[in-house]
């Protein structure tokens, strides 16, 4: 779970300084504005993921990361279609079934039939 | 612990994150509906990973790169996700072009830092001639802190 923390956050801070010792090294040292993380889902638990496959001998940084970022677009994707399903019903809490309707109703999501249960 | 490939899900924090911030606000999510998109999310990748190494496998080669993800994509009938992927890989490598400039730059000074660390140690034993040239070293280093 400390992974996701992990994610860069905050306001960068600056090593320089006119005390005497040497600023102790940065472990992240966020170089975008504040709050523009790249990704929200933790690398290595995709790297996970991926390196699950047989068939999959390595892959690169960059294919981990697209990886990820698509993941988390899926889920937001998948969030939303479930969701006009929800409010069809007049709900306002998401539950299993519109996800299974969802997963019925677009064709996309035909390649998670039968994976969730 | 045996594992399946499934089981490797997603920290629920980032998924629930992700959900809410995707619906309206007052929606809410079941936890069995949550926990489902967790692992339609793990198959995904899954699937994904499956379908860029067969791009990879295409070109000869073993290491999957980002334009095989990119390809699977569109197999995967996802294309409205390849507009938004290149334009988080640009700001990723750009990123990692950023991290990378700034780790040289620090490694530099670490290596500079021992190398006086090293003579420290070994100061009381030399004779004078090192004791002079150790003075002017550390007199670069406190020019180099004041900065």
Redesign the interface.
């Known amino acids: 779970?400390a992974?996701?923390a992990a994610a860069g956050s905050g306001t960068p801070r600056e090593e320089?300084g006119?005390?005497?010792e040497?600023a102790a090294?940065q472990p992240q040292?966020p170089?975008?504005a504040p709050g523009?993380r790249?990704?929200?889902?933790?690398l290595a638990?995709?790297k996970?993921?991926?390196k699950?496959?047989p068939?999959?001998?390595?892959?690169?940084?960059?294919?981990i990361?697209?990886?990820a970022?698509?993941?988390?677009?899926?889920?937001?994707?998948?969030?939303?279609d479930?969701?006009c399903c929800?409010q069809q019903g007049k709900r306002?809490?998401?539950?299993?079934r519109?996800?299974d309707n969802a997963?019925e109703a677009v064709?996309?999501?035909a390649?998670?039939e039968g994976?969730?249960d | 612990m045996a594992?399946r490939?499934?089981d490797?899900n997603?920290?629920n924090?980032?998924?629930t994150?992700?959900?809410k911030?995707?619906?309206?606000d007052?929606?809410?999510?079941?936890k069995?509906?949550r926990s489902?998109?967790s692992?339609?999310?793990?198959?995904?990748?899954?699937?994904?990973?499956?379908c860029?190494?067969n791009f990879a496998m295409k070109g000869k080669r073993?290491?999957?790169?980002?334009s095989?993800?990119?390809s699977a994509?569109e197999e995967?009938?996802?294309q409205r996700?390849v507009t938004?992927?290149k334009e988080?890989?640009e700001?990723?490598?750009r990123?990692?072009k950023?991290?990378k400039e700034?780790s040289e730059q620090?490694k530099k000074?670490?290596d500079k830092?021992t190398d006086a660390e090293e003579q420290d140690k070994s100061r009381d034993e030399d004779n004078d001639e090192d004791e002079e040239r150790l003075e002017e070293e550390e007199q670069n280093e406190?020019e180099e802190?004041?900065?």
Request: charged residues 25%; proline residues 5%.
């Open positions: 779970m992974a996701a320089e006119p005390s005497g040497t090294p040292a170089t975008s523009a790249l990704s929200r889902l933790p638990r995709v996970a993921l991926v699950a496959d068939d999959v001998t390595l892959a690169g940084q960059e294919a990361f697209i990886l970022r698509a993941a988390e677009l899926f889920v937001e994707t998948i969030a939303k479930a969701y929800a306002k809490t998401l539950q299993r519109d996800l997963i064709d996309e999501f390649f998670l994976t969730l | 594992e490939p499934e490797l997603l920290p924090a980032v998924i994150r992700i959900i911030e995707a619906l309206p007052g929606v809410n999510i079941s069995e509906a489902a998109i692992r339609a999310a793990s198959v995904f990748v899954l699937y994904a990973t499956s860029a190494n073993k290491t999957l790169n980002a095989d993800v990119l994509m995967m009938e996802f996700f938004p992927l988080a890989l700001a990723y490598r990123e990692q950023g991290k700034a620090k000074d670490k830092k406190e802190v004041d900065n």
